[in-house]
């Protein structure tokens, strides 16, 4: 059974910052690109960052320089260290799984407060 698991989110004022952690079993992780995608009420899910196999990354514009996507394949997790926080950086926040299939994790919300 393939289980993505999000952790992490929570409540932080502007400019603060959280780590999301997206833990993984059932699949062979080191295989499987990873992407972290969030989506705001009445908004559509995007994508923010992600990460291929090989290490390579990718982010959003509105990302850029200040979140920071990385892999832990000993330990099937991906991570997504965010600083510098924007109140439009809250959404929930859900991890993916991509190689051949697509799996997703169930989100967590990131609140981002004034």
């Known amino acids: 059974q393939v289980q993505l698991v999000e952790s992490g989110g929570g409540l932080v004022q502007v400019g603060g910052s959280l780590r999301l952690s997206c833990a993984t079993s059932?699949?062979?992780?080191?295989?499987?690109?990873m992407g972290w995608y969030r989506q705001a009420p009445g908004k559509q899910r995007e994508l923010v960052a992600f990460?291929?196999?090989?290490?390579?990354?990718n982010y959003a514009d509105s990302v850029k320089g200040r979140f920071t996507i990385s892999r832990a394949n000993a330990k099937n997790t991906v991570y997504l260290q965010m600083n510098s926080l924007k109140d439009e950086d809250t959404a929930v926040y859900y991890c993916q799984a991509t190689w051949g299939n697509v799996y997703w994790g169930q989100g967590t919300q990131v609140t981002v407060s004034s």
């Open positions: 059932g699949i062979m992780f080191s295989r499987y690109n």
């Open positions: 990460i291929f196999s090989s290490g390579t990354t």
